[in-house]
């Protein structure tokens, strides 16, 4: 066996590929990055294990690899750096390289490893990422568009800037204004029906990848989960049996704090930052409607958020009801059973 480590970037890959028997460097180039499988191909039938770091390009990659049968590991950059750095001194392309295979050569990827979405997975992560991406790109149109108006001394009483009380509002509104700024502010009105368009295609995708979704369809159970946290939880969290346990799910959302401890000093702080973003918004976003929905009125979770609310604050409220859904949906999702009301937060 034949141990590559790729240091990838978006033109060209370093390529270094190690010897298993004595440890021995065989290569080490730069090449194209879109011939690095084409570059493997060609190293014979001896078979290949691909170290390389999380980043960017790092999924495309591997992706790539996988459909030709080669095993592929992707290590976490943050904990991979420290290795490299004591690999060598300077911090270049090959040197990089010729650490990752050295990690696998030695046997110690396994313990930096990610874990790798499958293509499912990666399709529905992109189509929630983008109708999150539609969403804010909409609101600062409205603003931008709120903004002009209040600019020129109009203020348009419409709570939805796209909808039929906005358009008759604009139609009477636009004659009194100069042909200029008239055909200047119909662009922002037309940028804002464009958005709106693309955000109602975007949710039919969604409805499409999800509608015979097993996990999708457990998630659904959960009173307060709409198609969008659905999609956004499921495609976030992808495969639960990664997690052993339910803090590990909290950990990855980023619902723990910082804790820093020596001897009998202990420091608490604030949640922690590097997590999937994503997904703690969409659970932050359950906890919201869960507190505001009549189903879950009365029950012991929504008791415990009132508590916390009065004595903490909303914004400690909303994470800790967060991290209780958290731990929720991971036995949900483990079990593979739907959510029983009465059971679970009765």
């Known amino acids: 066996m034949k141990h590559v480590g790729l240091d990838v970037h978006q033109l060209r890959t370093q390529v270094c590929i190690m010897d298993d028997e004595t440890g021995e460097i065989l290569d080490n180039q730069s090449v194209l990055t879109a011939q690095v499988c084409d570059f493997l191909r060609d190293q014979g039938p001896e078979p290949l294990q691909v170290v390389l770091e999380s980043g960017g390009l790092s999924w495309f990659v591997a992706l790539q690899l996988q459909s030709l049968g080669v095993p592929v590991v992707v290590v976490d950059a943050h904990k991979a750096h420290p290795y490299l750095e004591r690999e060598a001194t300077a911090k270049t392309d090959s040197h990089d390289a010729r650490g990752l295979a050295r990690l696998s050569y030695e046997g110690r990827c396994q313990r930096m490893q990610v874990w790798l979405p499958d293509e499912a997975t990666l399709v529905l992560r992109h189509c929630t990422r983008l109708r999150e991406d539609l969403v804010r790109d909409r609101t600062r149109a409205i603003n931008q568009l ?54 109602r295609q975007a949710e039919r995708q969604l409805a499409e990848l999800t509608k015979d979704d097993p996990v999708c369809q457990q998630l659904d159970s959960i009173p307060g989960c709409g198609l969008v946290l659905i999609a956004t939880i499921r495609a976030e969290v992808g495969d639960v049996q990664r997690f052993d346990e339910p803090k590990q799910l909290r950990s990855y959302a980023g619902l723990t704090p910082q804790v820093r401890q020596s001897g009998e000093k202990r420091w608490t702080g604030p949640l922690e930052k590097r997590h999937d973003p994503h997904l703690r918004r969409a659970l932050l976003l359950l906890a919201q409607q869960v507190a505001r929905s009549q189903a879950w009125k009365g029950t012991r979770l929504v008791q415990q958020y009132w508590q916390h609310y009065r004595r903490l604050g909303p914004n400690v409220a909303r994470v800790a009801l967060a991290r209780r859904l958290c731990d929720l949906i991971h036995v949900l999702l483990t079990r593979g059973e739907d959510l029983d009301l009465k059971r679970w937060a009765a």
């Open 146 to 199: 709120r903004c002009e108006l209040r600019s020129l001394g109009l203020v348009c009483e419409a709570s939805d800037m796209s909808g039929l009380k906005a358009r008759r509002w604009w139609e009477q509104t636009r004659p009194l204004l100069l042909p200029a700024l008239a055909e200047l502010l119909d662009q922002r009105w037309e940028r804002l029906r464009s958005l709106d368009g693309e955000l």
